[in-house]
């Protein structure tokens, strides 16, 4: 029996109270195997961009993730204290401030992560950049910064609309990043159920904020979670399986995500969030 064949023959034994769960663009990679291809929803065109149909703010966030090297940690922290503190006493013309900076404590070692807000969207972005190159004393900094990293990357971020707005929390936290590698097209998807399954942890207020790419690494999500220590997040995501629906916002998104990966956070000392 051809693939085909068996598909069809398979469609006729689901029972009828199951589910499809998986959803993907109406193209899929010829990678895909026949039988992920049964199990889809088509994605209906839209006459607005994904990013308008999911955040509702002219406000973009970058995110910096810098590999540091292992003998030169407080050097690095240091040199990023003095540049957050030229950027704040700029802030009225950057137009722009520091939402959260954190090293990773569990996963990619030797990382520190620095998110951004620009408050006025990418034209901010723009003119920012030119005052930091204008400008011998940032430029000092950043050479400095050069002798302590091995690597570094920016992606540029819009806020999911329905969760919090990542405002600073008062010591002493970890924090965890949940970064999500998604299928293209799936955008829409996972953002409506999310805005559901979102509903079932607020009361435990540890969701800080979530956010997807919009430049750099494409179809890429970051949900940020914060917790008072690993005890208290194995407690709070343990209780959040006894919500009834929280099962099903788990089954519906897990198809649509190629890689994921968590990373646990420490504050650094000049975090607003704590």
Known sequence: MNPLNRAFSLCTHIPKNARLISTTSAQLNADDGWFSKLLVRRIEPTKESHSRMLSDKEIVYALHTHNIRPDSVDKYLQNYKTSVEFVHSRKAELGCELVGSWTVSVGDMDQALHLWRYVGGFEKIDKAKIMFKESPDYRALEKERGNFV??????????????????????????????????????????????????????????????????????????IWCYKDLQARRETRESTWRNPGWDECVAYTVPLIREMHCRILEPTEFSPTQ
């Open 150 to 223: 091995r690597s570094r990357h920016l992606q540029y971020l819009l806020a999911f609309s329905f969760w919090p707005n990542g405002e600073p929390r008062a010591p002493n936290n970890i924090y965890e990043i949940r970064s999500y590698s998604l299928k293209p097209g799936t955008m829409i998807e996972w953002g409506n159920n999310w805005a559901r399954g979102l509903t079932y942890r607020r009361s435990q207020n540890e969701a800080f904020a979530g956010y997807f790419s919009q430049i750099g690494r494409l179809y890429n999500v970051h949900h």
